[in-house]
């Protein structure tokens, strides 16, 4: 398996308290959203509708809502891809040391 550098582990950990803060801010916007009210919903959506103004701020959203959820599943599948490697890289080497073993 090959070894990260330093630099290279450095790197992988700001990508994942990255990755942390953007859920963090993207659950609680999602959570701020599961409590409103579905009547409150409907009056709000209404409204917007009828004047043509469509934001996720009339709903007491974040505008980059969208843009922090695009930003957190690129650095998640970024995360996951490398995980992956090293998963595989450890069947190569367990499945290496078991052939030699039954030799």
Do not use: H, W
Request: overall charge negative; proline content about 1%; aromatic content about 4%.
């Amino acid at each position: 398996m090959e070894m990260l550098s330093l630099k290279e582990c450095q790197q992988a950990m700001a990508a994942l308290d990255a990755a942390d803060k953007l859920n963090a801010s993207v659950e609680k916007e999602l959570s701020q959203f599961k409590e409103m009210d579905t009547n409150a919903i409907i009056k709000r959506a209404s409204k917007m509708l009828m004047t043509g103004n469509l934001s996720l701020e009339a709903f007491g959203l974040n505008p980059t809502l969208f843009q922090q959820i695009e930003q957190l599943t690129k650095l998640n599948n970024k995360v996951r891809a490398k995980y992956r490697g090293c998963v595989q890289d450890n069947i190569q080497q367990l499945e290496s040391v078991e052939a030699t073993a039954d030799e």
